[in-house]
């Protein structure tokens, strides 16, 4: 089993920034993709960022060039850097973690409880 705890989440002005980070522990040597989804207003779970054991990193569509993620193997952590934050980010971000590489969301099968993000215009 892994159990994942997320931290960073709050409230933002837009146009600001805001890291999060995801420790897991457990049964760690399962895990190979980590990384962010997000549900904003009652939408579907959408990707933010995910990156695998090995580096190789997808960034959601809507926040592409807003992200950055990173993640330290020896500390189980993976971080979420985001900037020029909008209202239209404001959310839950939940924290995932796959066996396999994570291409989608099906493949997730561990899950943090997920921190609000709250970006105020």
């Known amino acids: 089993q892994v159990q994942l705890v997320e931290s960073g989440g709050g409230l933002v002005q837009a146009g600001g920034s805001l890291r ?66 909008k209202s239209e980010d404001t959310g839950v971000y939940y924290c995932a973690a796959a066996s396999t590489s994570g291409t989608i969301l099906d493949e997730y099968n561990y899950w943090g409880q997920g921190t609000q993000v709250t970006v105020s215009s």
């Open 20 to 85: 999060l980070s995801c420790a897991a522990s457990g049964s760690i040597s399962a895990i190979n993709g980590m990384g962010w989804y997000r549900q904003v207003s009652g939408n579907q779970r959408e990707r933010v960022a995910t990156i695998t054991r090995l580096g190789r990193i997808d960034y959601g569509a809507s926040v592409k060039d807003r992200v950055t993620i990173s993640r330290d193997n020896a500390k189980n952590t993976v971080y979420l850097r985001m900037n020029s934050l």
